[in-house]
Every structure is written in C-alpha cells, then in structure tokens.
C-alpha cells in the first residue's frame, strides 16, 4: 500500500491587461476572424462543386446536401459574430485589470492523514507580459464560474462534420 500519491490539479493562468497584450489577443482574435472567413469560403466553393454534380443524378439529396451546408454556414457566421465581440470586448479591457487567459495543470503530492480540501485548494498564476508576477493559492478551490476565458481558440473549437 503506498504512502502517498501524486494527483493531478487544475490552476488558473491569469494576466494582468498591457498595451502588448491587448495588442496580441486582437491579432490572435483577427487572425482566427480570417481562419473563420476562410473555412466559409471553402465549404462555399466544395459545396458549390459537389451539389451541381449531385444535382445531375440526385435532386432530393442535392437539395438535402445544400440545406445542411447553409446550416454549417450559419454556425461559421455565429462563430464569427461571437469572435467578433469578444475581439471588442478586449479592446474595451482597462489597463491593469485581470482576465483568465487558461487554466493549466500542476501536480499536488498527497499521503495518508493529509487533508484533501487543503491539496486541492486553488491555485492561480499571474502573468503579466509572459513574467509570472504571483501565484495565488485560494482558499476553498476554484471559483471562476461568472469569469469567462478569454481566447480566440475557445470560438473557434467547432466541430465539422
């Protein structure tokens, strides 16, 4: 019977609003704005293609086939929009203020008698320009439920079929 264990635990990467940051996630957002507009002009130009070839042997389907891009299309588009104003929520970020940038893993050595809330207390670190500035360790675990992360990757993570 061992000892102890080594558990894995979330920790929160947080930094602290810049000038260079803000400069970064608006061409992280912009970059992944274009990656968005690219993705609806391929399906455009696929579907385009493959629904005049269908057409030819099958109506219905083509039809059919032509309805579920428009859907994938209109799921593109909202991603966009929602891209889009979060890239404008963080022009707006004042300078100096906090935002969740990720949540990362660190490891946490347990053993017999230890108390569990204790090892898995949270823990957060500050960043500011890529320096880690603090590590926080909060008491009671993580509590950032009414905090939402921002990157652009989070948008941009949908599925294709």
């Not at 061409?27 to 696929?46: N, P």
């Not at 004042?94 to 090892?119: C, F, K, M, P, Y």
Request: charged fraction near 35%; proline fraction near 1%; aromatic fraction near 2%.
């Amino acid at each position: 019977m061992a000892d102890s264990v080594t558990i894995k635990r979330d920790v929160i990467l947080r930094a602290i609003v810049t000038e260079g940051l803000k400069e970064q996630l608006d061409e992280e957002f912009t970059e992944a704005i274009a990656q968005v507009d690219s993705r609806i002009t391929q399906l455009d130009i696929g579907a385009r293609q493959y629904v005049t070839e269908l057409q030819r042997t099958d109506i219905q389907q083509a039809m059919a086939v032509r309805q579920q891009i428009e859907a994938e299309k209109r799921r593109y588009r909202q991603v966009k929009d929602e891209l889009i104003q979060r890239q404008r929520t963080v022009r707006e970020l004042d300078l100096g203020s906090e935002i969740i940038r990720g949540t990362l893993e660190s490891q946490a050595e347990i053993a017999v008698g230890d108390n569990l809330q204790t090892a898995l207390r949270g823990v957060e670190v500050v960043v500011k320009d890529d320096e880690v500035v603090e590590i926080r360790v909060t008491e009671g675990g993580l509590s950032v439920e009414s905090e939402q992360e921002v990157t652009p990757e989070v948008a941009t993570q949908i599925e294709t079929p």
